[in-house]
């Protein structure tokens, strides 16, 4: 496992930092990549379980690194892939929900080999740590109607925290419990704030993760949560571990759930009573279409109306899609989705043929068919990937290895219809061989790698590339355009102070991360005026042990932008 540390621009060996994985990439391997909250890589191996080609998953939950596990037996098998896979195997996942802690898509796979068919199938997974639905970040809530609730898994119980400070050294609530949902006793949390909480799960003993801190108000006057419905009318999902979310009633105390084969709701396959206005299915359901609806229960007994009918469709499986014309897929062979901007935007998929050939394909999803695409500058062989930018947002960027002997890192302009050297210029550390991989994360934070087949043994090595703060290119696209301005460093007593100048009132985040790009310690989430500021930071972490020697960085967060400071610590 490697790392590449791009202050340092230098790639090193870092045990610790990326899992490896539990079967080396021979001749087939594929990656794809997905973050919103959370994060999958999902890589298609050759290798044979029971006779079978199977899709491994690796769930992460940090915001910049990937620190996660292989294959959690507790959140998700092995999926078997549809026939055996060969070289130039492709695969994409196409994002259609992230919600609470369910995350819904569509995989789509070619399994290359010299054939050119193209499969979908329906992915459902639970997150590894609990979202919290309420309070929301930065609410206000009166103390009559504070409640916390999470988002809930099957067989989990949960740990809440909430605390006066972000990192939770003095917790004023400290709290295990078999539901996902608590209200503290009236009294226990003085009107006021901030207050930051937060939640996880514990399955057989075992804690996950902590979910994402949260900041909230005590006042006399509340936002209401924010309102959503899913599934929507329509949605195509799988069939397992499936979610529901509805908005909340202001005097509810209890919600009904139904779901049906029918719209008359005669035999429901689910007829719950639950507290959040949320609910996780406790068991598949198998393919078809089905009704949902809910109403809720006031204090003194009454039930209001049943809310609108909706309908929703599960499907379990690979399907198959109209095959690529011409050529087959072989060594070399990539694939990608992405949304391109065009008007209206326009969901596709990127493909590389592969087998010494240039050929450049989009697969329009909306009319499902295939459409030729300006040539690769050099012939896509062994080790050639491809990557979107963004996973959730229109992109006009793509990136790709045309493997082989090639250490060069190319761009594609979707605008433009047109190839060449990615804007940065930094060389791969080797040649890629056969089962290659590369990823982009959604905000350009950082490049995954991993190197397989004939030209670097063993097949296993995994790489990621870390932009610098003062990076200027495609790399580090949204770092620059700092709102927080003037950010100086000094040193005192052993501590990191930071000064610096906020151009207008709003929300500031200082966030302390190490040089893989792991969080460390999050410093204060606050409301700050205009103006001059300052910050310290003590040199320790989150758990107020003293940080190892090496680069970290502070990076400022205010209303949607991003400024990065590199603090040596020696």
């Known amino acids: 496992m490697y790392a590449f540390e791009h202050a340092t621009e230098t790639w090193r060996e870092d045990a610790e930092e990326l899992e490896l994985m539990p079967y080396g990439i021979d001749y087939a391997g594929a990656m794809a990549y997905e973050r919103k909250n959370h994060g999958r890589l999902f890589v298609a191996s050759d290798e044979d379980v029971e006779g079978e080609n199977y899709l491994n998953v690796y769930t992460f939950n940090n915001t910049w690194g990937l620190d996660g596990h292989w294959n959690d037996p507790e959140l998700q098998a092995p999926i078997a892939l549809p026939e055996r896979i060969g070289p130039g195997v492709a695969l994409a996942f196409q994002p259609s929900n992230n919600l609470g802690s369910l995350l819904s898509g569509f995989l789509y796979l070619i399994p290359g080999g010299g054939t050119s068919t193209l499969y979908r199938r329906a992915f459902n997974l639970v997150n590894w740590t609990p979202d919290g639905l309420g309070p929301g970040n930065g609410a206000a809530v009166t103390l009559d109607s504070l409640e916390f609730d999470w988002s809930t898994r099957v067989g989990a119980s949960y740990e809440i925290q909430v605390a006066r400070t972000p990192d939770f050294r003095s917790p004023v609530i400290s709290l295990a419990t078999t539901e996902a949902e608590f209200c503290p006793p009236r009294g226990r949390l003085p ?20 979910g994402e801190t949260r900041s909230f108000t005590l006042t006399s006057e509340a936002r209401p949560r924010e309102a959503r419905t899913f599934p929507a009318e329509g949605t195509l999902m799988s069939g397992d571990n499936v979610a529901f979310d509805w908005p909340s009633a202001l005097r509810a105390v209890r919600y009904q759930l139904q779901v049906a084969r029918s719209p008359d709701f005669g035999a429901p396959v689910i007829n719950a009573e639950v507290t959040p206005s949320e609910y996780t299915a406790r068991v598949p359901l198998p393919s078809g279409r089905y009704y949902w609806r809910t109403r809720w229960q006031a204090a003194s007994g009454e039930w209001s109306e049943w809310s609108a009918t909706s309908s929703f469709e599960t499907n379990y499986g690979w399907q198959t899609l109209p095959s690529k014309p011409d050529a087959s897929i072989w060594e070399g062979g990539a694939m990608c989705y992405v949304i391109d901007r065009e008007n209206p935007p326009v969901e596709a ?11 450049f394909w989009r697969f329009n999803l909306g009319s499902m068919a295939w459409e030729r695409r300006e040539d690769t500058p050099v012939p896509q062989t062994w080790g050639a990937s491809l990557t979107s930018r963004h996973v959730w947002h229109s992109s006009r960027l793509l ?91 000094s040193w005192s007593a052993g501590e990191a102070r930071l000064s610096y100048v906020l151009g207008s009132p709003g929300t500031v985040r200082a966030v302390v991360f190490d040089a893989a790009g792991r969080r460390v310690r999050t410093l ?36 949607g932008t991003r400024t990065m400071l590199k603090v040596p610590v020696w």
């Open 524 to 559: 204060f989430s606050e409301q700050q005026a205009a103006g001059e500021h300052s910050l310290v930071w003590d040199l320790a972490d989150a758990n107020g042990r003293r940080v190892r020697a090496g680069v970290h960085f502070v990076a400022l967060d205010s209303d």
């Open 191 to 210: 009107r006021g704030g901030p207050y930051y909480w937060r939640a996880r799960f514990v399955m057989r003993g075992r804690p996950s993760e902590w």
């Open 399 to 489: 990136s790709a290895l045309m493997g082989g002997e090639d250490t060069t890192l190319w761009e594609y302009d979707i605008r433009d219809n047109a190839w060449g050297p990615d804007g940065d210029g930094t060389p791969l550390p080797r040649a890629c061989g056969g089962g290659s991989c590369i990823v982009r994360d959604e905000g350009d934070y950082y490049l995954t790698l991993v190197i397989a087949g004939e030209y670097l043994p063993p097949p296993t090595n995994f790489y990621k590339r870390v932009p610098s703060p003062e990076e200027d290119g495609p790399m580090a696209s949204g770092l620059s355009r700092r709102r927080v301005e003037s950010v100086r460093l």
């Open 349 to 359: 998929l990127y493909v590389l043929v592969g087998n010494g050939e240039q050929e």
